[in-house]
Structures are given as C-alpha cells and as structure tokens.
C-alpha cells in the first residue's frame, strides 16, 4: 500500500514531470480545461491509482498550465492525466472527456503495453486500455560523449529501420528488434564506411495505427509514422519498456554509435499524430488542447484539414506548438546527443492557418537560427501529401533536402531511358539548378535512389508494377510509378543473363550515387540485394519481408565488398566530397579544369543527341596527393570504345568496370595496376572509373 504523498502548487516550467528536490514536479497545458486530475500508479499496466490528486485552479494554474510539486515521490512512478472541459467538437474542435486517461506530451518514457486504439476512439473510461508514462531518471554518464560535427560533404548516410535490422534470426543478437540489437551490429556499419545512420521513427508511435482490412490480417503500424509522445524512445525498441529504461537505452546506442565514428539522425514526425482524424483516438493532444495542436475547417471544427494523407495535420505554425516541437528537437540533442533530423513531409509543417503555405514559416526559422541545434543537420522531405513540392525551393539555407528529382534521373538513366544526359550531369554535379541561385550547396542536395518507401534496389530491378497485396488494401496503396524494369521476367527467376543484369544495375546505381556531389543516402540492406518481393509500401510488414536476413551477407559478400569499397573510394577524393559548386576553373595550379565533360569521344559531350546514353566526365583532384578521376557512363545497349585524356605525368588506373566479376569489379587502391593502352572498351550498361597516379 503506497503512501499518501504530500503536495504543493508546483511550477509552471518546465513541462512534463521532471525528479527536483527530492520530489517530483508535474506540468501540462491546457487552455479550455476546466478540471485535471493527475493520476499516480506502482506499474504501468496496474488497473488503479494509488493517488489521485485533484488540481485547483486557484493554486495549481498558471496562465495554461496545471501543475503541482509531489514531496518525496521518487522517479519510476507511472502516471496519467485526466482532463475536463467543454466538449465543443464542431464549434470550437474540443474533445474533452473526463473520464478518459490521457498521457503527457511532454512524458520523457511511456508504455503501451495494454494499449488499445479501439477503445481510446470511443468515448468514456479506457483505464484499464490507456498508454502510461513514468518519471524519468535523466541522471546518466555519457563518457565524455558529445553530438558528432562530421562535415555533411563528407556524411553518407544510411537509412535503416531499428526493428527491422536486427529482428531476423540470421540477426543472431542477443535482443532482437532493440536499440539494444542495434548496438551489436555497429562494426558492420562500421566495415561498411558510412557516417551516419538516419534511423526510421523511434519516438513512441501507434503500432496499432493501421487501416482495419490490415489490422484483421494480423499486420500494424511498422514504419512508425504514427507518433503520439515525442520526447520518449519507442517502448516497442527497449528491452525493458516496463521498468522505464527507455531513455537509458537510447542513450546506449547514440554513444556506441560515437564511439565507432557514427551520427546519429532520426526521422522525425511533426506533420501529423498518431490521433488521425475526426474518429481517431484520444491520446493526448487531442484530449487537452485540439483547437490549438491541429489545422481545424474554419465552420465546422470536427473537420481537421488533412495535408499529410494520416487524418490530420499539426498546426505547427501556431505559438506554442511551434514552441513545444522547437522545444523537443532542442531536448534530443542536449539531453540524448542526437546529431541531425530528417522531417517526414516537411512541407506541411510550412503552412499556416487554413492551410495557407506560408513564405517564411515561424517554425522551419525557428528550427533553423535555434543556437542549440546551430550544429546539427537537418534534413526536409520537402512535400507533402496534397501536392505542395518544395525540392530546392524549402524555407531557409541550412536545411537539405531529399532531392526526388536526382532519384528520378537516375532512375530513368540506369533504365535506359533517352534525352537525359544534361539533367544528369547537372544531378552529379549537386544540382546547382535547384540550389546555386538561392545561395545554397551541393550539400543541401542528399542524393538517393531508394529509400524506405517504394522498391528496395534490387526489386527496382526485378519488377515493374508493385505487388502490395499482403497490406489487405488490394493493392491500392504505394507508389503506382516507380520507374523500375524488370528485364524480361517480372520477379524471382533463374535465368542467370537476367540475375547477372540485375546484380549489374544495382551496381551501377552505387557507383553513380557515391561519385555524385551532395550527401549520398543508402537505404539499408541495398548493399546485400535485399528484395521486398515487390513489395513498395512495407509499413505495415514487421516479418520477413521487410526484415533484414543477415545470410545474405554471406550469399550476396560480393555485392557487399561492392559497396564497401566505392564507399572506400569516394572517402579518398576529396573532389567529390566538395562543399561548393563546380565553377569549370582550373585547380592546384595546374591548368586543368576542374571538370571536364565527354561523350563517345573526349570533349565531345553528346548535349544536343535526344537519343545519347553515354555520359563521360575528367574530374581533377583538389588535393596535392589525390588521384583524378575519369568515369565513364554508358546505359546505352552498344558497346562503346573510349579514350582516356592524357595528363602529363600521371598514368591511368582502372578502379572500376561494373560489368566484371569479382574481385575484377573493383579493385582496392593498394592493387591497381597502370593501363597499359590509352583507351578501353566498355560493355552495354556499364560504368567505369579510372583514377591516375603520379608517374615516380
């Protein structure tokens, strides 16, 4: 039997509950509500409280807050809230209920361990359904660790799904599907070269947040893009959610990953929540402040305007839910060291009221001049659901963008496709036409051809229409233009020519995305020809399909070694990992442009052919000890001869010919051999490289 503890009025700030002399401080806003009552338990899934305490407005309100000091009331215990007030749906877009358990948006950890979204969409009491949180702990000992300030010309990132990656048996882990396993797995991200893990959301998400066909298939929400609390690491990823351990254990992985050199971004989800649309559920910001947290019909208030095509859309330009998300990315990197974010449709988070996009939105500003995140890297997906398409025209300089537009080039070029050979060398080159007239950089372009959403590279290959049946939406849902090929025979298949053609292209897609300027993105399990079986929506698909089968490592150690090396061999040029534009003057005093551009012939780029596929570039080194590159391009179906520039006192070495067998492939700088002629022909669909050395 717990204590009956003693109270005081408390302070407004800050939010949330936060452990101070020897007590425990609670605060939460909420303009409209009428009574609050703070609920206190022993565990996160036990039926009642031990104290309910009862608010006063005279004495435990502030402006819009509610709060109070528990004397002696130390950190592990769970809580809840429960708030009354008008319930004004279609006037004023209020949802109060009093007798609805509701958790903290500020909680630091919470628990859905008897969580059901059912019964948090119907009206009355859900305690025995409701989410938890707890009172944190935040002592911790970091080591010495602080956030990484890797240059972003030199970041590769690499997109991965922190369940996903370690959920497999092959895994062999000790706890799958965690930060935890995540942890054991670093020295392959290590082997592999990147710089930067950009981890699918891990703030605490609705797993039940799927569509009811989906969810009578036994399937649920497995991406995360359902947030509910954004200060607390997804229980769903902890070893040990019930004992409250969740920030420790984050805490875990961001320093392992710094100690073996690795950032740290996470995907993050301010456009929407996981309370969906007028019949959603009530989780918490629905059920203290909805008039405020969501983009509202100006006449009839239960219709929420829906931007991001998940039911709802945050008002993010409004104070203070600008304030609370500033207030949030601040918190995970003083308190958690996380390195950068990537915002899912950030476009939506520029409009205003009414959904008008606004020119210079208060909060992509606020987020960008915020001295705390002056260093950490930001990343818009910039577009949303409705058509609002921002790619190089986001609000602000700092921010970089998934750049679909070099996702579609490289796409359509690899395929075969015709009339694209200026738009491609621009895209190499970090896309100055999106970026240059804006005073921005190659490093605002990250450069990807997959990512989570859409075809894993090798189903890019192997398929030409999706094949999302397993979601239980009849295959409705996912992208319908994917630009993929199939190269005879849609799927698994034996014929060697065409398993030998898709290897082929997968290869091709690595070497021309690390030898682009910009930042490279990788999505994670590309480099061992993960396949989705054409599958290009997988959110809803925590199994085999989406998870990563470490076997593969083995079967596919070729594909690997691929990608491990051309990672090797963009980290040694320096030419490539530039900060700023190509300007075509010479470099290092030695007369020779920085780049120089061929076709079939040298200097001779095939601008003005509508039917060219060959695409050639000289690209001189920047450095006094750094190799030029020659690399030439070739999707057309002929073989072409070419010939490589002569440049006194250095020799030609090949370094990569896609159309080879391993190890020929590509070959480690330590085992080059120089050329023995002065041209070399290359296959249909192939891409070469050669880098020189000074001549002793």
Known sequence: MQKEYQLSPGNPYPSGSRAKNKGVNFSIFSRYATHVELLLFDTSDCDEPFQTIVLQEEINRTFFSWHVYVAELPTGIWYAWRMDGPNQVREAGLHFDKDKQL???????????RWSRKAACMPGDNKLTAMRCVVTDDRYDWEGDVPLRIRSERAIVYELHVGGFTRHSSSKVDHPGTFSGLIEKIPYLKALGITHVELLPVMAFDEQDVPKNTADMGLKNYWGYSTHSFF?????????????????????????????????????????????????????FRGIGDDIFYHHDANNKSILHDYTGCGNTVNANHPLVANFIIKCLEYWVREMHVDGFR?????ALARGEGGKVLHDPPLLW?????????????????????????????????????NGRYRDVIRRFVRGDNGLINELATR???????YEHKGRLPINSINFVTCHDGFTLYDLFSYNEKHNEANGENNQDGCNNSLSFNYGIEGETEDASILALRRKQAKNVFAMLLLSHGVPMLLAGDELLNSQGGNNNCYCQDNELSWI???????NADMLRFVQLMIALRKRHPAIMRRRFLTGKPVNGRGMAEI?????????PLWDDPEARVLAFTLAGVESNEADLHVVMNMSGQQVTIELPVIAGRLW?????????APQDIVDSQQQKAMDENCYQLNTRTIVVFENRIVE
């Not at 958790?103 to 361990?113: C, E, F, H, L, Y």
């Not at 120089?596 to 001779?604: A, D, R």
Request: charged share 20%; net charge negative.
């Open 103 to 113: 958790i903290d948006p500020w909680a630091r950890a919470v628990s859905d361990k």
């Open 232 to 284: 607390s690491p997804h229980p769903g990823y902890c070893v040990t959610p019930e004992q409250g351990t969740h920030v420790q254990e984050f805490r875990d992985l961001v320093k392992a990953l710094h100690q073996a050199g690795i950032g740290v971004i996470m995907d993050v989800v301010f456009n929407h929540t996981a309370e969906a649309g007028a019949d959603g559920p009530i989780i918490n």
């Open 343 to 347: 915002f899912d449709l950030a476009s």
């Open 366 to 402: 606020g987020i960008e001049l915020s001295a705390r995140l002056a260093k950490t890297k930001l990343i818009a997906e910039a577009w949303d659901a409705v058509g609002l398409y921002q790619v190089g025209s986001f609000p602000g300089y700092r921010w970089a963008e998934w």
């Open 428 to 434: 190499l080159c970090g896309s100055n036409d999106l």
């Open 549 to 555: 089968d470490w076997s593969m490592t083995e079967k």
């Open 596 to 604: 120089q551009w061929h076709g079939t012939e040298l200097n001779k």
């Open 653 to 661: 070495c090949l370094s990569l010919d896609t159309s080879l067998q």
